[in-house]
């Protein structure tokens, strides 16, 4: 089944890095845009990055920009999130997600219908 | 920075319609779908590019998006349909901005 699997999620101290892995399964990866996407405890989603099918073109929330990278691997269905400089901040769950429609780009990013179960960075001294 | 505004909270009867608001300077000329979200879940889509329903969405849910307002409807609201619904808009200036999300009651 259609399917988004992150992982790499865990505790690390402020200033440090961790890099998460959102595995696919089930579809045609290399055609479809990957968001990542964030909750932090007790409050609402913030779009965090996206990146575009082929893996071109990338885009950042302000809060991120600067610090994370986001990057694919067609051959292995797979796209990261390497977070460095963390903070406090950016203690949350770690949602990937697919772009609805295939061969999206910059323009035309419509919303996200197949959503992974979400891994927990905690930053913490 | 861009900003979308939810109510926080609303409470509907089931049967009744339900409709939640998500307000953005020209929002209507950006990409607006939105989310369900229950209790330790990860969100649903529930409705996309302004107003497409995904497949497997009840057709009680709609949606329209216009001049600095868009809106979820929730036509005959039931039990299962309580959660909290986060509207998000995207468009190259903006990126993905994701409302303040409002939490539905069905009582």
């Known amino acids: 089944q259609v399917q988004l699997v992150e992982s790499g999620g865990g505790v690390v101290r402020p200033g440090r890095s961790l890099r998460l892995s959102c595995s696919a399964s089930?579809?045609?990866?290399?055609?479809?845009?990957i968001h990542w996407v964030r909750q932090a405890p007790g409050k609402g989603l913030e779009w965090v990055a996206v990146i575009s099918f082929a893996g071109s073109n990338q885009y950042y929330a302000d809060s991120v920009r600067g610090r994370f990278t986001i990057s694919r691997d067609n051959s292995k269905n797979t796209v990261y999130l390497q977070m460095n400089s963390l903070r406090d901040e950016d203690t949350a769950v770690y949602y990937c997600?697919?772009?609805?429609?295939?061969?999206?780009?910059?323009?035309?990013?419509?919303?996200?219908?197949?959503w992974g179960q979400g891994t927990t960075v905690t930053v913490s001294s | 920075s861009y900003e979308l505004t939810q109510p926080p909270s609303m409470s509907v009867s089931p049967g009744q319609t339900a409709s939640i608001t998500c307000s953005g300077h020209?929002?209507?000329?950006?990409?607006a779908s939105w989310y369900q979200q229950k209790p330790g879940q990860s969100p649903v889509l529930v409705m996309y590019?302004?107003?497409k329903r995904p497949s497997g969405i009840p057709e009680r849910f709609s949606a329209s998006n216009s001049g600095n307002t868009a809106t979820l409807t929730i036509s005959g609201t039931q039990p299962m349909d309580e959660a909290d619904y986060y509207c998000?808009?995207?468009?190259?200036?903006?990126?993905?901005?994701f409302g303040g999300g409002t939490k539905v009651t069905v009582l």
């Open positions: 997600a697919r772009e609805v429609n295939p061969y999206s780009s910059s323009s035309d990013y419509f919303g996200m219908d197949v």
């Open positions: 998000q808009a995207w468009d190259s200036s903006v990126a993905g901005v």
């Open positions: 089930g579809f045609t990866f290399n055609i479809y845009s």
């Open positions: 020209k929002l209507g000329d950006k990409s």
């Open positions: 590019q302004d107003n």
